[in-house]
């Protein structure tokens, strides 16, 4: 197998490289990819969107209909990993460990005994550790501030680089960051399961229902001029709000999706440990 | 765009790629890849793709290292190969 | 001579990416690790968007983001020429969401064939799906 892999390899590499001979110079301002289309995107931003960033605004306005999908590919993703992960029947294990806060004594619940509800005992497996205490103290008092900048990024992204996709990845990305250091459970608590799932489908929501809503006021799907007598503003700043509408939805969408593919993975679908 | 600073990064680029396709060690291999990731992003950087830079600092340096080491964890760690 | 050494060095760029796809596709096809592939996987995808952004590039151009854009100087013409060109720069955007998409569908497969076949080697696997026939 190795030998074939090999061949095709090669072969493949050097029919592109004979295709490559005939490439237009390296940055070439007069290249094809920069001659018909772009040209128009650069000039005509400013005064038909009211957007600096040229990338969002061909990303959420221009190319719109692209971006709506991609968000419904990133959940259908999301929904695969919960799909192949989480449905499958397991046996509950037969015994539970449990353990005391305040002490630190583990105590063995075996099959059908129960133990009445307290605050004072975690759940816990066997293959438990402890979560070291600088590491938990300084991602509890980071996370706050990285979801900060994350909505930052996200509100922003008219005017520098950044937008939906990069501020909802970084939000995940905290609350990833507060299920490594501390435990599964906790982020569970905090952000359960349901909640998580639900607010997916809502980013997705969100997009698709800012095109309709532009549908049912008389323009075409995902022409936000059509949201001006809504908000009370001229059509060109219509179209920026409506922007940065479609943003924060795609901005929940990958917030969740991110969460979601994390936590199916990292207990493979058990929802016990964690990493 | 300084041709230089180009040519040396995109040595690290593919000297990190091949290492992360040759190590015995499954978590070397996801780490070398948050690696590669790093380097495509200083090389959108300098090309000026500094939208494209920032989502893959995010999410190939950040995110998809993490779902590596988690998968790994899950599953076992040595190779033969 | 000359021809051949002036051709490589204005389009040595294009080579090294070639290279790097060519790397991927190997190690997607050749190595048996399952986690290996997908690694491959992801080589692949990267060297191809770094292939599209550098089409993009123009010489002497700055970041696509207007400058000058607010204020008094709100009225200066733009010209297309002092800027990198957007359009790469978005169709990539997608293609790396989908990419990390695609990794977590990826490895959430390659765990529950870890807990079928208890083993990641794809020559192993095979071994074990043919006895059971």
Known sequence: MKIIGLVISVLTGAFLVYAAVDFPAWSDPASPASTYLSPHFIEKTMEETSVPNIVTAVLADYRGFDTMFETTVIFTAGLVCFFLLRTIRRKEPESRHYRHMLTGVTIQIKEGHKLPPSADFERMDSLWTPPDLIIKTACRLLIPFIQLFALYVIAHGHYSPGGGFQGGVILGASIILLAISHDLRTTIERMSEKLVAILCAVGVLIYAGAGALCLLLGLNFLDYSALAPLLHVDPISARSLGILIVEIGVGVAVMCTMIWIYNNLSSAGKYNQGL | ?81 | MADLVSTVVAKYNYWIYITLMMIGLYAMIAKNNLVKKIVGMNIFQTAIILFYVSIGVKKGATIPILQYSHGHDAHLVVHAADYVNPLPHVLMLTAIVVGVATLGVALALAIRIYDRYNTLEEDEILAQIREEK
């Open chain 2, 1 to 81: 765009m300084i041709w230089q600073l180009d040519l040396a990064i995109l040595t690290l680029v593919v000297m990190a790629s091949v290492g992360a396709l040759m190590v015995k060690d499954l978590l070397g291999a996801a780490i070398l890849f948050g690696a590669y990731s790093f380097m495509m992003c200083l090389l959108w950087s300098i090309m000026g793709a500094v939208d494209v830079a920032f989502t893959e600092a995010s999410v190939g340096a950040g995110v998809s290292t993490v779902f590596f080491v988690a998968a790994v964890f899950r599953t076992s760690r040595r190779t033969k190969d």
